[in-house]
Structures are given as structure tokens and as C-alpha cells.
């Protein structure tokens, strides 16, 4: 028997994430800014890592997630070659166009401690060996972005 697809039950957990998610971020109860940084630190990732990767994080999301990690997605597309964090900064913030420097400054300092705290955050939902594995596949230069650290 086929589940019925519930728009509601994904619209609250995804509400619910993003409250959860802004106050992880400390950015008080701007969800549309949490979203923006959640989505392009998200997609600035997916076009670093394998294909394969990506399917296999993707099937460790909760729904909305997923959605939001496969729009505009073009799989056949060549990947970029970042290799560091100033690089992948640059790439999460192209990917935030006109919002980047609302969201991020111009200094890459917050755009880092974000990115360790999506990574940080998304432990509720993707397990460690699967951020292992896509640290283990990152350029030298970019392993730090997963911390292996415990704390949540």
C-alpha cells in the first residue's frame, strides 16, 4: 500500500527545523535567513562531492530537506575545483547571490562558523559514518568544514 504524501506534516517540519536551525545559528527569528544560508551552504557542498555522495546523504534527509537539496541540482554538470575554505566560501556565497552580504559579511569569518554549524546541526539527521565519508572525500583543504568533534 502507497503512503499519501502529507504537504503539511513536511511544511511544519520544515518550519520547525528553520526556527530550530536560526536560534543553532544565532540569528534570532530571521528564518528566511536561515534558510538562504542553510540552502547555499547545502548546495555550495553538493557541488563538491560525488553524485553517489550526495545520493547517499540526501537519503539520510528528512523530506524538505531533500527538496530543497535537489532544486536547480544538474547532476551532469562538471564540478567545481574547491580545494579550500576561501573557495567554498566563495561558492556559498554566489550561490546566496544579492542576500550573500547580509548573511555573510564580507569577512569569510561567519560564513566559517556557519558552516561548522550546519555540519554540526545536520548530525540530527545525517549519521557520522556518512560524514565521515564525505569528509574522507573532500579536498585536503576542506576536511575541517565536517568536525568529527562531538558536541551537538
Given at each position: 500500500?502507497?503512503?499519501?504524501?502529507?504537504?503539511?506534516?513536511?511544511?511544519?517540519?520544515?518550519?520547525?527545523?528553520?526556527?530550530?536551525?536560526?536560534?543553532?545559528?544565532?540569528?534570532?527569528?530571521?528564518l528566511d535567513k536561515?534558510?538562504?544560508?542553510?540552502?547555499?551552504?547545502?548546495?555550495?557542498?553538493?557541488?563538491?562531492?560525488?553524485?553517489?555522495?550526495?545520493?547517499?546523504?540526501?537519503?539520510?534527509?528528512?523530506?524538505?530537506?531533500?527538496?530543497?537539496?535537489?532544486?536547480?541540482?544538474?547532476?551532469?554538470?562538471?564540478?567545481?575545483?574547491?580545494?579550500n575554505m576561501e573557495k567554498f566560501v566563495?561558492?556559498?556565497?554566489?550561490?546566496?547571490?544579492?542576500?550573500?552580504?547580509?548573511?555573510?559579511?564580507?569577512?569569510?569569518?561567519?560564513?566559517?562558523?556557519?558552516?561548522?554549524?550546519?555540519?554540526?546541526?545536520?548530525?540530527?539527521?545525517?549519521?557520522?559514518?556518512?560524514?565521515?565519508?564525505?569528509?574522507?572525500?573532500?579536498?585536503?583543504?576542506?576536511?575541517?568544514?565536517?568536525?568529527?568533534?562531538?558536541?551537538?
Amino acid at each position: 500500500m502507497m503512503m499519501a504524501l502529507d504537504f503539511n506534516q513536511y511544511a511544519t517540519e520544515g518550519n520547525t527545523f528553520l526556527k530550530d536551525y536560526a536560534k543553532h545559528l544565532e540569528v534570532g527569528q530571521d528564518l528566511d535567513k536561515a534558510g538562504r544560508i542553510c540552502i547555499s551552504i547545502l548546495h555550495a557542498l553538493r557541488e563538491i562531492i560525488s553524485v553517489e555522495e550526495s545520493m547517499q546523504f540526501m537519503a539520510q534527509l528528512p523530506m524538505f530537506l531533500k527538496a530543497a537539496y535537489v532544486n536547480g541540482w544538474n547532476p551532469k554538470k562538471r564540478k567545481e575545483r574547491v580545494k579550500n575554505m576561501e573557495k567554498f566560501v566563495e561558492l556559498i556565497k554566489e550561490f546566496d547571490g544579492k542576500s550573500a552580504i547580509n548573511d555573510f559579511g564580507y569577512e569569510n569569518d561567519l560564513a566559517e562558523r556557519y558552516i561548522y554549524q550546519t555540519f554540526i546541526y545536520l548530525r540530527k539527521y545525517v549519521s557520522m559514518g556518512e560524514l565521515e565519508d564525505i569528509r574522507d572525500g573532500l579536498p585536503k583543504g576542506l576536511k575541517g568544514i565536517v568536525s568529527m568533534k562531538i558536541t551537538v
